[in-house]
């Protein structure tokens, strides 16, 4: 039974569809990456796994749940199995990296102060942040940030991490060490892992497969070494990273230096 099952699942805003009969599985242990065009719907989909959107059809099942149409303490329970890892790791401000860290043991168990500061300690040091408890957000660079809500997401020991973009902004070397990171948790924790990166080196290190979402479809669900051989243009121009092909709707016009002078600029 897949950790992770998407079922036919559709969801529009108004006249815009976003996503449109989408099916994945994502086996325990395995860790799939979601490529795709900006405003593909790549955060809608996970915001659809979490159960924060109700999709229009289809469904989402963890461990062979359906959570739509679960009651609110069902789905506050559901939800407790996955870590949310934001894209631009969305911290409290006013808290410290201890308290962000420890935010939602706090909240929903009955730990000891004493023992959520060892747990504490314990996700900051997976994550390469050993004594950073008392600095605060703005006091972090945002790779650090970015580890400090991994940090956060981890503490409640989650089967299951969704990773919205964690690399954006950071420079290369920044995320390769988000990409190990990623690579680590999966290895050292065991968890079902989503990512939605635009970065193709790591999404090729961190993915045991990869999606391609594409006009509110997956159009593969591949292991990395298939994926970078789908003849399918629009794959291959998504990894080539170029403007011209079938993957925008609406191309840029072509460069200055290849379009044909209009005749009245034509030199006499
Ligand atoms: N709550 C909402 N109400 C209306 N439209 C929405 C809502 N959430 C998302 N959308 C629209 O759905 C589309 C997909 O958004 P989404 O954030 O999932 O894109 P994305 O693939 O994650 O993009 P990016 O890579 O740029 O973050 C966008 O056109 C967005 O404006």
């Known amino acids: 039974m897949p950790v992770i099952d998407v079922v036919n699942l559709s969801?529009?805003?108004g006249k815009l569809v976003v996503l449109s009969d989408v099916n994945l599985a994502v086996e325990e242990g395995e860790s799939l990456v979601i490529l795709g065009g900006s405003g593909t719907g790549k955060t809608v989909l996970l915001r659809c796994i979490m159960g924060l959107l109700t999709p229009d059809a289809?469904?989402?099942?963890?461990?062979g749940k359906v959570i739509q149409g679960m009651a609110r303490d069902e789905l506050f329970e559901a939800r407790k199995q996955i870590g949310m890892c934001f894209q631009m790791a969305?911290?409290?401000?006013?808290?410290s990296v201890e308290e962000n860290v420890g935010f939602a043991l706090r909240r929903h168990t009955t730990m000891t102060k004493g023992e959520i500061a060892d747990r504490v300690e314990e996700c900051l040091n997976l994550v390469g942040l050993k004594g950073t408890q008392n600095l605060r957000p703005a006091q972090l660079s945002g790779g650090m940030?970015?580890?400090?809500g991994f940090a956060r997401a981890i503490a409640l020991k989650p089967k299951i991490l969704l990773f919205?973009?964690?690399t954006t902004g950071l420079d290369p070397v920044m995320t390769d060490v988000i990409g190990r990171i990623i690579m680590d948790l999966k290895e050292g924790l065991g968890v079902t892992s989503i990512t939605i990166t635009h970065d193709l080196k790591s999404a090729f290190e961190i993915a045991d497969r990869i999606a391609l979402l594409f006009r509110g479809r997956c159009l593969a669900v591949q292991k990395p070494e298939d994926f970078r051989k789908n003849p399918d243009p629009v794959i291959q121009q998504f990894l080539r990273g170029e403007a011209d092909g079938p993957f925008l709707q609406d191309p840029p016009p072509p460069p200055m230096h290849a379009r044909k002078r209009p005749s009245s600029e034509a030199k006499p």
Not at 58 to 63: D, I, K, M, N, P
Not at 145 to 148: A, E, L, M, S
């Open 11 to 13: 969801k529009s805003f």
């Open 58 to 63: 289809g469904h989402v099942a963890l461990e």
């Open 90 to 95: 969305a911290l409290f401000d006013s808290m």
């Open 145 to 148: 940030k970015r580890r400090v």
């Open 164 to 166: 919205d973009e964690p």
